[in-house]
């Protein structure tokens, strides 16, 4: 149940991007690509892509494996699949799942708090927090290490889970 809510926040964002940007879609093997990505969204799939994103990115989704992601900014990032590393600046929410893969992000929100959300297992995810956010880690061996900027409410965690380790940088 909880990862279909993960799912349903990326999706809702997915949705509501901007009505004339159009979606940028990389699906191959050992692609090797700069975007700029000037509001639209991006979906990358298939095996060992090497991508980076330039500007700031609507909803950006990767699945699959090995790929090797870099990103200044995205309204929302959602990591399903196997070995993915995504690395960048601020994303206004955030879903990771399936296994090992590893994020460095900066959360931001605005209004209500940023939405996170970690599953699956052995997930490796580098968080610094510029607003209020709402993260949950689940499933097992995931681990979850977080700062805050100056003057910000540390999150709210939620953990359900087996061998989860969560600590403040």
Not at 36 to 55: H, R
Not at 109 to 121: K, L, N, T
Request: hydrophobic fraction near 45%; charge should be negative.
């Amino acid at each position: 149940m909880k990862r279909a809510s993960a799912f349903a926040v990326v999706s809702i964002l997915l949705a509501a991007g901007p009505a004339l940007a159009e979606d940028v879609a990389i699906d191959g093997v050992q692609v090797s690509r700069d975007i700029d990505c000037e509001g639209q969204n991006v979906v990358i799939a298939g095996q060992g892509n090497t991508i980076s994103l330039k500007g700031r990115c609507g909803a950006v989704q990767v699945t699959g494996a090995d790929h090797r992601v870099t990103f200044e900014a995205a309204a929302a990032l959602q990591v399903t699949g196997a070995a993915i590393t995504a690395t960048g600046g601020e994303v206004g929410a955030l879903a990771v799942d399936v296994t090992d893969n590893v994020v460095k992000a900066t959360v931001t929100s605005s209004d209500a708090p940023a939405e996170v959300r970690i599953f699956g297992a052995d997930q490796k995810s580098e968080l610094s927090f510029a607003g209020p956010a709402k993260v949950t880690v689940g499933g097992a061996s995931n681990e979850l290490v977080w700062a805050v900027d100056g003057g910000v409410k540390p999150p709210s965690i939620s953990a359900v889970g087996v061998d989860l380790r969560i600590r403040k940088k």
